[in-house]
């Protein structure tokens, strides 16, 4: 922590966390690679460019079943269920692959699963594998494991079951940001709140912490504002007096990356988090629409990726180059093992506080 007593600048641009929704653990994924196509209409693409196709193809194909962005090709992958959609998209520029699932069977899947939802599990419709991939932690066993069994085995083919070493929880932990009724958190990025200056958060801060302080016992900088945890993971916090509110995410390296948008994430984008416990870290999201069954209830529509995070990481930003992709809810394992993080989307929380980036 800084010994000022103002907020500086480069201390409200940094986006790390405090309270934390975390699992210790890890989850092994199934990955499907694109499959290499010689044919000379597919394109190599940015993951912006590769984002703005999906979204046109994946309207326009009837029946589609996902897409997702291949890095190490520079390549759009799009889901389909026939040779028909298959050449539609590959002449537009992307990869077809015929898959068995649609994207609405596998969504009806999981909807239908989070129903039933047990506490220690989450849900994910995993584009690459076409399966809702179900992870259970240490906690789910005996009946409870054996109803989820069930539950797997009657979906068929369409669900593919897995089991994490830890377990999921909610922590308070450290992070170097700000302070508040005996938790600390870390501002995720920084908005305008009806032209006011505000930060965003996890919604687990600002739904437990009324009024927020840079320093432990420090004068008040901040009154947390609409929240909703569980169910969502997003909150808002309004400056109460006159800080500068750059929208900019601390790299820990002496500099910050400048935010000019929010953006939706996409399966296959590079992202990085910075977190206030371990910093900067770099990964790839995994799927969209997660839903994780919490103690304190189930969170859906969140974001899971490979990026390490540890307890005091919460509550922090993820973004790809200058946009601004999520806040940190929750995750398993550590930066030393590796393991996978889940994230609020920042479009979803903007929308429904009513906020905007500077």
């Known amino acids: 922590m800084s010994e000022k007593k103002q907020i500086t600048k480069r201390r409200m641009a940094i986006a790390g966390a405090g309270v934390a929704v975390l699992v210790a653990g890890s989850l092994t994924w199934t990955s499907a690679n694109a499959a290499e196509d010689a044919s000379p209409s597919i394109k190599t693409l940015s993951s912006t460019s590769a984002s703005k196709l999906a979204s046109k193809l994946t309207s326009d194909i009837k029946g589609d079943a996902g897409s997702y962005y291949d890095a190490k090709a520079k390549k759009l992958v799009v889901n389909v269920t026939d040779q028909d959609a298959k050449a539609k998209v590959e002449a537009e520029g992307a990869v077809g692959k015929i898959v068995q699932h649609t994207m609405a069977q596998l969504e009806s899947t999981k909807d239908a699963l989070t129903e039933q939802d047990i506490t220690g599990t989450s849900r994910i419709v995993d584009v690459k594998s076409n399966k809702v991939v179900i992870t259970a932690d240490r906690t789910v066993k005996g009946e409870k494991l054996a109803q989820l069994k069930k539950q797997a085995k ?133 799927a969209v629409d997660a839903s994780v069954s919490y103690p304190e209830g189930t969170v859906d529509g969140l974001i899971q990726t490979d990026v390490c995070a540890e307890p005091g990481d919460s509550g922090g930003s993820l973004f790809s180059e200058d946009k601004a992709i999520g806040l940190t809810s929750g995750g398993s394992g550590d930066c030393s093992a590796g393991g996978e993080t889940f994230f609020q989307p920042v479009p979803a929380a903007l929308e429904a506080l009513g906020a905007e980036l500077p």
């Open 154 to 286: 009657a979906e068929g083919s369409k669900v593919e079951m897995q089991r994490t070493a830890g377990k999921y929880t909610t922590k308070i932990a450290g992070g170097d940001a700000i302070h508040g009724d005996g938790g600390r958190c870390s501002l995720g990025f920084n908005v305008t709140l009806d032209g006011k200056p505000a930060f965003l958060t996890a919604g687990h801060c600002s739904t437990a912490i009324a009024s927020w302080s840079e320093e432990e016992g420090g004068p008040e900088i901040a009154k947390s504002g609409d929240g909703k945890f569980p169910g969502n993971d997003y909150g808002i916090a309004t400056f109460t007096g006159d800080t500068e509110h750059p929208s900019e995410v601390d790299l820990y390296n002496g500099s910050t990356q400048k935010i000019s948008a929010a953006a939706e994430a996409e399966v296959g984008m590079k992202v990085t988090r910075s977190g206030s416990t371990t910093q900067v870290h770099d990964g790839e999201v995994k």
